[in-house]
């Protein structure tokens, strides 16, 4: 009997799937193959794997099997191999090949059993705020959770949990990032994370908007069409969403699948330019936003593209009228995209962003 056929009788484990089925199956909590979840017994963590979705977890195997403990110590010791969770992946253990992903250190960092990684859309427009450490603690009183200034994720991140989080913490808030939740048990993991969801949702949303006839014929043939999601054409429409968008990256996953930031189509530029250049540039940008008019992605987006463009309108009717946000610089872009910062600056430079 193998340990994964061993695990598979464990009904923590039957609950951890059906609860990264759920999670994955709803867009506030997690878009595309974002989020993970893991369950740690004895020497293993199992792990979702890198690329696969959360919604998939009851049908697929997508758990891949880590050794926590050497991880976290790799980690504590900022050993360099950490930063690539593969040397502690248990190959034997781990028939389909599949990767762990490099958030698979925050889940060893956590010593909990059971942990669960969301980027929920109500804890990323908290975490993007310049605020967000005074407003976070304004909405989770009595709560045992630290909040994490943006980090890297991998060592750096692993590191900054170390600095601001204690023994007894079981809720991080990931600046510009996200929501983990920890506990004993998937319940209570996942109590605490419906919990944290519902305390930082806000009591109203900017709206949303239809997609705007004159816009789409507009779109017709340039290769490009409307994100099909109410609240991101809400961005259009809305001066001071606009003026949210109108910059660089907020979170990571925005960066890894839509490229840095928008591209917001200026006065007096033609919408057939843009969109060439938006496509086209070194770092592609696949959300272009014409004010007034509507936001386009190209017609050729992957399903994680699409779930990513809903999630930043989700994300931005969530940041309150008077929050201020921080972005992501350029060289933390950089680094999420594995360039050299100096290389990447040049190419954003040549793009006119
Ligand atoms: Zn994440």
């Not at 039957?14 to 989020?35: K, N, W």
């Not at 949303?205 to 004159?214: F, K, M, N, R, V």
Request: charged fraction near 20%.
């Amino acid at each position: 009997m193998t340990l994964y056929s061993e695990l598979q009788s464990n009904p923590e484990f039957a609950a951890l799937r059906a609860e990264s089925a759920r999670l994955g199956s709803d867009p506030l909590q997690v878009q595309g193959p974002g989020g993970n979840t893991s369950i740690k017994s004895g020497d293993l963590m199992w792990v979702k794997a890198s690329g696969t979705w959360l919604s998939d977890a009851l049908t697929t195997d997508l758990f891949v099997p880590v050794y926590h403990e050497a991880l976290a110590e790799a980690l504590v010791a900022d050993d360099g191999r950490a930063d690539d969770v593969g040397p502690f992946t248990c190959r034997e253990e781990n028939p389909s090949g599949l990767r762990a992903s490099i958030e698979a250190t925050v889940h060893a960092s956590m010593s909990a059993r059971v942990v669960l990684h969301t980027h929920c859309v109500a804890t990323i427009a908290a975490a993007v705020r310049t605020d967000a450490p005074a407003f976070v603690k304004s909405k989770l009183a009595g709560l045992p959770y630290a909040f994490i200034p943006y980090a890297k994720p991998g060592i750096d991140l692993a590191r900054a949990i170390r600095e601001h989080a204690s023994a007894g913490t079981q809720i991080l808030i990931l600046g510009n990032h996200g929501l983990v939740t920890c506990g004993a048990t998937v319940g209570e993991a996942n109590g605490l994370l419906q919990d944290v969801s519902a305390r930082l949702a806000p009591s109203s949303l900017a709206g949303s908007a239809g997609i705007d006839d004159a816009f789409q014929r507009r779109l017709s043939g340039s290769g490009w069409k409307p994100v099909p999601h109410g609240p991101t054409q809400q961005i259009a429409h809305d001066a001071r969403l606009l003026t949210i968008a109108d910059g660089r990256t907020l979170y990571p996953d925005h960066l890894v699948f839509l490229g840095p930031g928008v591209t917001m189509v200026r006065e007096g530029e033609q919408l057939t330019d843009v969109l060439a250049r938006a496509g086209q540039q070194q770092f592609p940008s696949k959300l272009v936003i014409v004010p007034d008019h509507g936001v386009a992605m190209p017609d050729t987006a992957t399903a994680s593209d699409i779930a990513l463009a809903r999630a930043f309108g989700d994300v931005l009717v969530r940041i309150a009228p008077q929050a201020r946000v921080s972005r992501l610089s350029e060289d933390q872009e950089a680094e999420l995209l594995d360039w050299d910062a100096e290389v990447y600056r040049q190419s954003l430079n040549k793009a006119g962003r």
